[in-house]
């Protein structure tokens, strides 16, 4: 205590007796135990008179715990009745004018009356004596204080090694519980109650209670301790090698300016003219990449989102010049044929440019394979003059494909729909979603709902990545779906889109697409020059008919190119300057013909009727084989066809016995026979109502024993009552049948409707025959001239025949 001068030291004190007056200094905080030594500051007037009195009459002075240490002017009754009695060892005055007190406690009294009040407290008193047991409960009880204040005292830091020993040399069990709970952090009211208890076992016990339980607190407190410090041990190490690796770099010229990175990042932030919230978002997350450590790993999926962040078009949209003369120009200068198709997308433009800020309408192309619908979409983007940028969508299984994943991922990132968008670099390009139809749905979610809220112009205004975690404006951008087929979309992502159909080409079609585009591209491709090579209309004509099938130009193009690299290769050995392919060496090229007309010699013997199909790559010639066999009237189906088509196969069979007579059959022939049905290519799985006739016309031929005229085909879903029941397909079907040297098709009335959509050269090698009945398609195939449609019996056979029909009916019902 500095600058401190003492006014007195007094001596020794007068010992008290039995009903003595002394002096009594209120305690707010501080409950002194007997032989310790404290230093007292004396605040109030009464405790500064009672000091005062105790030095001058040579007196011990009382010291008492007030109750409620907020107490400022305590009373007698504020006091507890049990305290210390002290000798003041010192009584000092400090230069800034307080008081202070240096008390020894001696022993415990009680007070039994208070004298007064004023000037100071003063009350008679009765010293209280301790029993002093000694005995072995005494003993182990202090053994084990000792041994646990050794302990604790090695818990806690800068401990003088004079306590521990002090501690250890005390013989007094009572003195040493007093000097322990003297030294512990407990609260004031502890330590009064162990003033108050006489009993020194029961004193030790609670002592040991105290104590233990400060034992246990600082034990856990150095645990804690020693965790953070190996903790923060590990990190001060990890930056100073940090450090040293920096400066390193720094004297290899190999280091970079991270604080020039984050300006340059703050500076594209600014700069990306984000929305206000998404801005605001990526400043904080640039605050928290400032205050992380570069060696984090959390630096790393900050530093890759907010790049994301910048990166993305936020605000950058392409001017569209929509000029829909030009438009056509483009459509028709990539494209040959698809009229409609064509006509529609310059409606597609021609709102658009009255309606810039409209939504725009989602258009799906579908169509097989090879027709040109990834094209359409790259003509599209050309004629409004903006980026064009594909996703291909097959196979997709996880919806993370479309939304992306979530930054708590090790190596997340945003969707193919973001990603697009990035790479385009701009908010309203061009987006193709190639193979919309082959989305699978897995147990990572569904793709093809994830597409839902980007394809519905009510919802794509605020699109939300999951990588991202902001809203995205895709309303702007022009979407485009492509599928082959229609039936695997979900109705609900259907719904979202404007479905335009692109059917196969006919071959008039195919040889006008390979003299423009094809030949030319694969001339480029295989380096050889206009004037190098030819390939006459001859030989792309025979390639379209006995080399390919099908409904695009995709094989045309390989078989083209198959024909220019054997060019290439004679000239690259010198043996000529120029080939010129005609009709003639297309077999020597590519070998035998892959693909015949064969209906004539399918169709040459009763029982095989020519149907119709349509596939995902265009439509396609069947034939439906007919066989009767002993038996007991079973119905044999093969050739791998779906429920639909056995059913159909079924009505047939349940239509020509029904109608027996009438078809001029007999109807004893299936009493003993099985029918069996079979429909070739058996490897190729079949479905559908529309070979309903082909099936009773090969039944009704096998039965009557007449083949069908080599040169018809035929299609529609047929009825018990015998009507014929439209289909679809009909443009792909004409095509197929027009390319197979099919004459006559034998149509469902009802499918007059599609009439226009078939094309003029279709339509110029086919004779078309629209039939309501089957008896009419009967006629037609058999070559009959009606006679077997007429649905009275003339001639005496005839009458014959109907009256064997009635017996049979008969004996069929008994």
Same mark, same amino acid.
Request: hydrophobic content about 40%.
């Given at each position: ?145 000792? =041994? +646990? ?6 818990? #806690?830091? &800068?401990?003088?090694? /004079? !306590?521990?020993? %002090?501690?250890? *040399? ?65 990190? =001060? +190490? ?6 040293? #690796?920096? &400066?390193?770099?720094? /004297? !290899?010229?190999? %280091?970079?300016? *991270? ?66 003369? +030009? ?488």
């Amino acid at each position: 205590m500095a600058d401190i001068h003492i006014d007195s030291t007094p001596g020794g004190s007068a010992p008290v007796e039995p009903g003595d007056v002394i002096p009594i200094i209120a305690m707010r905080n501080v409950a002194l135990l007997p032989g310790i030594v404290v230093p007292i500051t004396l605040g109030r007037e009464e405790s500064l008179n009672a000091a005062q009195e105790a030095v001058r009459s040579g007196r011990k002075v009382g010291l008492l715990l007030q109750h409620d240490a907020a107490i400022e002017k305590p009373t007698a009754h504020d006091l507890n009745q049990v305290g210390v009695l002290a000798t003041v060892v010192r009584y000092v005055t400090a230069p800034d004018g307080t008081h202070h007190l240096v008390a020894q406690g001696e022993g415990r009294f009680r007070v039994t009356e208070f004298a007064h009040e004023k000037p100071y407290f003063a009350a008679r008193v009765e010293t209280l004596a301790e029993t002093n047991n000694t005995g072995p409960q005494i003993e182990a009880r202090a053994e084990v204080l000792k =041994q +646990r204040a050794i302990e604790a005292l090695s818990l #806690l830091p &800068q401990v003088p090694a /004079e !306590l521990a020993r %002090t501690i250890q *040399s005390i013989e007094s069990p009572s003195r040493l519980a007093d000097l322990i709970v003297s030294f512990m952090d407990v609260k004031p009211q502890d330590k009064q109650e162990m003033l108050e208890t006489l009993d020194l076992q029961e004193r030790l016990d609670k002592v040991l209670k105290l104590l233990s339980n400060r034992l246990e607190v600082l034990k856990i407190s150095r645990d804690i301790s020693e965790q953070t410090q190996n903790a923060l041990g590990e990190r =001060q +190490r990890e930056a100073v090698l940090r450090e040293q #690796l920096r &400066q390193l770099q720094k /004297e !290899l010229g190999e %280091t970079e300016d *991270s604080e020039g990175d984050l300006a340059e990042l703050q500076k594209s932030i600014e700069q990306a003219a984000m929305p206000a919230e998404v801005a605001e978002h990526a400043r904080k997350e640039l605050k928290r990449l400032q205050r992380m450590n570069e060696a984090s790993p959390e630096h790393g999926m900050v530093r890759t989102y907010l790049d994301w962040l910048v990166a993305l078009p936020w605000a950058k949209a392409d001017v569209e010049d929509i000029d829909i003369e +030009r438009a056509r120009r483009i459509l028709d200068e990539d494209h040959y044929g698809l009229d409609k198709v064509k006509r529609r997308i310059l409606e597609y433009l021609a709102v658009r440019k009255l309606n810039p800020q409209g939504r725009s309408p989602i258009l799906c192309f579908v169509g097989p394979p090879g027709v040109g619908k990834t094209s359409l979409g790259q003509s599209i983007a050309r004629a409004l003059g903006l980026k064009f940028q594909r996703a291909s969508l097959g196979g997709v299984h996880d919806e993370a494909e479309i939304r992306g994943h979530r930054r708590t991922y090790i190596g997340a990132l945003p969707g193919n729909i973001i990603q697009g968008l990035r790479k385009a670099g701009t908010r309203n390009p061009v987006f193709m979603l190639d193979e919309i139809d082959k989305l699978n749905a897995s147990y990572q979610g569904d793709p093809a709902s994830a597409l839902l809220e980007v394809l519905d112009p009510e919802q794509n205004a605020t699109f939300r990545d999951n990588y991202i975690a902001q809203p995205f404006d895709l309303s702007r951008v022009l979407f485009i779906a492509t599928a082959n087929v229609l039936e695997t979309i979900p109705g609900p992502l259907r719904d979202r889109m404007e479905i335009i159909q692109l059917t196969g080409y006919t071959e008039e079609e195919k040889l006008q697409i390979a003299r423009r585009y094809l030949v030319q591209r694969q001339m480029k491709a295989n380096g050889l020059q206009p004037a190098q090579a030819e390939v006459t209309d001859a030989a792309l004509q025979r390639l379209i008919h006995e080399y390919t099938r099908e409904a695009g130009c995709r094989n045309l193009e390989r078989e083209i190119g198959a024909l220019l690299r054997h060019a290439a290769m004679r000239i690259a050995e010198g043996k000529v300057t120029t080939v010129r392919i005609d009709e003639a060496d297309v077999p020597e090229i590519l070998g035998p013909t892959r693909f015949e007309n064969d209906v004539a010699q399918r169709t040459s013997v009763p029982g095989v009727a020519t149907g119709l199909a349509w596939t995902p790559v265009g439509g396609d010639i069947l034939f439906v084989e007919s066989a009767r066999l002993p038996g007991n009237g079973k119905l044999i189906l093969t050739g791998q066809l779906g429920d639909v088509m056995k059913e159909s196969a079924q009505a047939a069979l349940s239509l020509v016995k029904a109608q027996a007579v009438e078809f001029g059959i007999d109807p004893t022939q299936f009493d003993h026979s099985d029918i069996h049905v079979h429909v070739p290519a058996g490897a190729i799985p079949k479905d559908g109502p529309s070979a309903g006739v082909a099936m009773f016309i090969s039944l009704a031929s096998l039965l009557r024993g007449k083949a069908v005229r080599p040169d018809v085909a035929m299609t529609g879903e047929i009825s018990l009552r015998g009507l014929v029941l439209p289909v679809g397909g009909i443009k792909e079907k004409m095509i197929a049948a027009a390319r197979a040297g099919i004459h006559k098709v034998i149509l469902p009335a009802r499918n007059r409707r599609d009439l226009d959509d078939i094309p003029q050269s279709a339509k110029a090698l086919l004779e078309f025959v629209w039939v309501e009945h089957v008896s009419e398609a009967l006629a037609v195939a058999l070559g009959t001239g009606g006679g077997a449609a007429e649905k009275t019996a003339t001639s005496k056979d005839d009458r014959e025949r109907q009256k064997e029909a009635d017996e049979h009916r008969e004996r069929s019902v008994a």
